[in-house]
């Protein structure tokens, strides 16, 4: 990713709707990175400068009701103009009135990016059953439906997402509101719905400086604005947001160590100054050695779930560089698992598995899909995947479990029995088959059919469940009908011939 490198090209003008007490420290943020900060403050003025920008951050923190209203001018002419829009609902967890203010804003304007802390983000969560609970009432009145949709939309609380999951919290939202949300605290999460990463990179020291959150929204948004940013091959608001936010927390760690070194300790005084130092001085290559992020699971990701090692491409010239070429495209045509499977006659072993490893981890980590290990524990370990994949013969799951509290875990799954024999309750998924014969596992059992799917889905209507073994573009819609949230697949995608379209027929279901 070269996103800090093409910030600093063109300076995006980001304009700041911002609270009193952060608009210093905002415009000096913004500067050090390399975009060019401007202070509006009413709509007149605006309408000059708003033509010109290329995002607009709107932080409540010193509310009032003009400029309340003035905030909701500010984003109906973002919206016309088609300029991002970052929302920083500042407190909005401790008034009600700022609070409405934030949720006019999410409900009936686009905003492109949400950034608050848990009990802000909670919140309107919150506040936004409240209101579709609200709306289910009166049109259940209307049309004298039963009761129980109302109950089925206000069970949905937050209280199963706090601090300790800022991941979780970001997706509820993120699902709840249709934006990307950004969730701030020791441990920081985003999550557009479908993707959710948490980044545990940062510093102790930033609660403790005024403004570091309200600067963030600001950053994010020359991030996500910036013009030249979206001409990059790689960009996407996802993955320029990620990275904005880690540069920020890997700023924050650099500020630290250079007080450290400096002082011997870090106090907030000379970490404020360095963190605009390090700001300043910050690259992509910082981003990328140091970013500490870690994908967590949902169901969805098992969508379409590509498994494959050198092994499989054992018929071309050079396997792992045929390999390294059909995971980057089935990357690109949008696959949302992968699992290295490096295993069998010909697989790599030691340190060349180790260095294609890497590899292949750091192509899932610019299209942030999770990257899952099969089989070797230990490799999982040293190269920090997002999870691991294991049979009934591998490691047993709940010494997994107690060695990887945090990774996502799958279990393979043959049938009704064996499902009742295992701790299904210690993984994130399953995964049941084979579903057809098939060629890419020697050992593989025998065919259990869609049916064979869907006996499983009958034990238990809540697990996620991947179906494995012999599928196609054409058996998806089947097996899917059968109870699968999703498929995994080898050799129809290493074996094709156009691995975008196909990544794209199972993308269908
Ligand atoms: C998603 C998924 N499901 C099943 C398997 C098979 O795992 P296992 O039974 O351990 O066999 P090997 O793949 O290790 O040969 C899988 N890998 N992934
Ligand atoms: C790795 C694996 N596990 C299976 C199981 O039944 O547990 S079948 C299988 C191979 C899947 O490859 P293909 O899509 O080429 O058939
Ligand atoms: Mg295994």
Redesign the pocket.
Known sequence: MTYIAALRRKNPLVICLTNDVVKNFTANGLLAIGASPAMSSCIEDLRDLLPYAQALLVNIGTVNPELGAFYKQAVTLANELAVPVVLDPVACSAGAFRREIALDLLVNHKITLLRGNAGEIAALVQAKHELDSKNATESITSVNHKSEKVAEVSSKGVDSAGVAKPGALAEQCAKAFQVLTVVTGPVDGISNGLKTVEVTNGSAMMPLVVGTGCLLGGFLAAFIGSKELQRLEEYDLFSATLWGLTAYSVAAEMAAETCENLYQRVEPGSFQIEFLNALYRMSDEDVKTRKNWHMTFNREQLGVYFICGTQDFKETDNSETAALRCIEMALQAGITMFQLREKGVGSLKGAAKVSFAKKVQELCETYQVPFIM??DMDLAEELDADGV???Q??DPIELVRQRFPNKIIGL?IHSPEEYADSQVELADYIGVGPVYGTQSKGDAKAPIGPEGIQAVRNVDAEIPIVAIGGITVETTATIREHGADGVSIISAITKANDVAKVVKGFKKF
């Open positions: 099969n089989d994949h294991i049979g013969d591998d393979s």
